[in-house]
């Protein structure tokens, strides 16, 4: 098992568009968590021949955790030394003594959910960090010896203009990141957000979400930047090699709850209830789980949709009597090169509908 992650559910607010398992940091669950942790970790440790590669801690909000929450965490941590070791953070977070400690246990990757600089959009996101609080956080994390920076950016805010999106990322190249997330918001279930668009209150253009998107290709190519993946840009070398690999399809374990887990043909999610999750594994040792076993079919179709988002593309064969597949290509949408299939430039911009077609 090279493939490890993380899922440490809590946050210091609760962002009104987050449809992840999530809830406020209060002492008491962050203290119920971190020895229920510590027992699934145990328990990963027995049953899977574990050396990870990548190691990626997501969210919530791993460092909505204290420091000593944190060395607590690393004290009894066994895999301090992979390839890529990843931490997603908060600027509001984020301070030069837990970047430091951070860095000293072996996370040399850290993931920065800044989503907007304008003070005002920020506000509309229900982020709790501001414009200095990002520049803080990113001089913070270099100054503590880290070397691969990831962005996080959001567009297709409501009321955001084309022109405003193009400041916002002009403004994170130059902080010099060494990768970039752009993700064009969605309206998920059971948020605050999706029941304001059903009131009316926020509206999103189909061809404004694709001249944002553009934008960002051109912009962050001019930059240095290669868009390896339909969200992600990176300056060469600095690919997100934890999800370049989940994206290909190789299997991964997910620890704490809510995480997902795929391993030989078999899915499961961890049970997302933190304090169930907790009790479950202090009185039996076992993480509460849910199973989804996997069919061909669908291991196919879902290697079809992750793979065709990447610059890679897919084998040939894995579309092979798809009808479709030529008025593609002559669209432009779609080229064939060396045995696979890959999205062009005109392609990523409609990739939902072209893999609908594929899949």
């Known amino acids: 098992m090279r493939h490890l992650y993380v899922h440490v559910p809590f ?5 009104p568009y987050c449809a992840f398992h999530k809830e406020r940091n209060l002492t008491p669950a962050m203290n119920a968590f971190l020895p229920a942790f510590q027992r699934e970790v145990a328990w990963a440790t027995a049953h899977f021949a574990l050396h990870p590669e990548t190691i990626f801690f997501g969210g919530g909000t791993p460092t909505a955790l204290s420091v000593s929450q944190l060395e607590s965490l690393f004290s009894a941590w066994p895999f301090p030394h992979p390839r890529e070791f990843t931490f997603e953070a908060n600027p509001l977070t984020l301070s030069p003594r837990k970047a430091a ?10 993931s920065l959910g800044v989503q907007a600089f ?27 010896g880290f070397a691969n920076i990831n962005i996080d950016l959001m567009f297709s805010l ?22 970039i997330s752009t993700y064009n918001l969605t309206y998920e279930e059971d948020t605050e957000f999706l029941q304001r668009f059903q009131r009316g209150e926020f509206h999103q253009e189909e ?18 930047f ?4 339909i ?8 690919e997100c090699l934890h999800n370049a690999a989940i ?27 933190t304090s169930a999750y907790a009790d479950a594994l202090m009185n039996t040792g076992t993480p509460p789980r849910e199973l989804e076993p996997l069919t061909p079919a669908q291991r196919r179709q879902e290697s079809i949709l992750l793979g065709l988002r990447t610059s890679q593309g897919i084998p040939a064969a894995w579309a092979a009597g798809t009808p479709s597949i030529r008025d593609l290509i002559e669209e432009g949408l779609l080229e064939s090169s060396a045995g696979r299939y890959r999205l062009t430039r005109a392609g990523r911009l409609v990739a939902d509908s072209i893999t609908e077609l594929l899949a």
């Open 11 to 15: 946050c210091t607010h609760i962002c």
């Open 101 to 110: 400690v951070l860095r000293a246990a072996g996370v040399n990757r850290i």
């Open 118 to 144: 304008d003070d005002e959009s920020l506000r509309l996101l229900g982020r709790t960090h501001r414009r200095e609080g990002i520049h803080a956080s990113l001089r913070a994390l270099r100054a503590a």
């Open 158 to 179: 409501p009321g955001q203009t084309p022109a405003a999106w193009e400041a916002t990322l002009r403004e994170a190249i130059a902080l010099q990141p060494d990768h």
């Open 207 to 224: 061809s404004a979400n694709r001249r944002m998107a553009e934008a960002a290709m051109t912009l962050l190519e001019d930059a240095g």
């Open 226 to 229: 290669l868009q390896y993946e």
């Open 231 to 238: 969200s992600n840009f990176a300056r060469p070398g600095f």
């Open 247 to 273: 994206w290909q399809g190789a299997d991964y374990l997910g620890l704490g709850p809510s995480a997902c887990s795929t391993v030989d043909g078999i899915r499961w999610k961890n049970l997302p209830h």
